[in-house]
């Protein structure tokens, strides 16, 4: 079966940072892995996606993450945080990308950028 | 739309009233999803819809959950005789199942529910 483990549900960091977050998966089948932010009271927007092209993805807000089949990680990362970084990211497995592609979550992990 | 609607934005109910959150997908979209947030539990998968038809209704929790979609589109989750433990964000997702279809959803803002 899939699932995803997010390694902290909570992180902090000072402004201008290194950013990483924590993301494992498990699946049977090839992966598809998505990287959400969530900012309070607001619905989920895609940051960035694997789908089976190349490894290192980059996505939206200077955000980028790394396939690594050895390792069943996922981790993204940012050089240097800002404060917007604040919100909440959830790592997600598909299980495939065809006839159903529901996701599978996370549980999150919550980012605090210190001034 | 633009975006997936969702209403109302929030709602407070009594326990053991019945209520009924909307979803409206982007246009074209024909894979529709549900999902619960719970604080602290992450995303729970509910129900999914292709078309009007729901082949996965594995993630309701219990009979007092249901769900439909008519027209291929908008999609009504209601949930019967509410409880306290039915507090949540309900958020609606929805994506493309044809013309370069990589598994993205796209999600609404979400109904919160508060059971009082």
């Known amino acids: 079966a899939q699932s995803v483990t997010q390694l902290g549900s909570h992180v902090s960091v000072s402004e201008g940072a290194l950013v990483l977050l924590r993301c494992n998966y498990s699946s049977s089948v090839p992966p598809y892995l998505f990287w959400y932010v969530q900012y309070p009271n607001q619905g989920l927007q895609l940051l960035l996606k694997?789908?089976?092209?190349?490894?290192l993805v980059k996505g939206i807000n200077g955000f980028e993450a790394e396939f690594k089949k050895s390792e069943t990680s996922f981790h993204l990362t940012k050089p240097s945080a800002h404060m917007s970084d604040a919100a909440e990211y959830f790592c997600a497995v598909s299980f495939y990308g065809g006839s159903q592609g529901n996701l599978i979550f996370g549980k999150g992990t919550k980012l605090s950028v210190k001034p | 739309g633009a975006g997936v609607s969702q209403s109302p934005s929030n709602k407070v109910t009594e326990k053991g009233k019945d209520v009924e959150l909307r979803c409206d997908p982007i246009?074209?979209?024909?894979?529709l999803y549900w999902y619960r947030q719970s604080l602290g539990q992450g995303l729970e998968f509910l129900i999914y819809?292709?078309?009007?038809?729901?082949?996965?209704k594995s993630g309701l929790p219990s009979d007092r959950f249901s769900a439909e979609r008519t027209g291929g589109s908008v999609s009504t989750l209601t949930i019967q005789r509410t409880q306290q433990e039915d507090s949540a964000v309900y958020l609606c997702?929805?994506?493309?199942?044809?013309?370069?279809?990589?598994?993205?959803?796209?999600f609404g803002e979400g109904s919160r529910l508060t059971v009082l």
């Open positions: 694997y789908t089976s092209a190349a490894t």
């Open positions: 997702a929805s994506r493309r199942t044809s013309g370069g279809n990589t598994g993205e959803l796209f």
């Open positions: 819809f292709q078309g009007n038809s729901a082949p996965d």
């Open positions: 246009s074209g979209h024909t894979a």
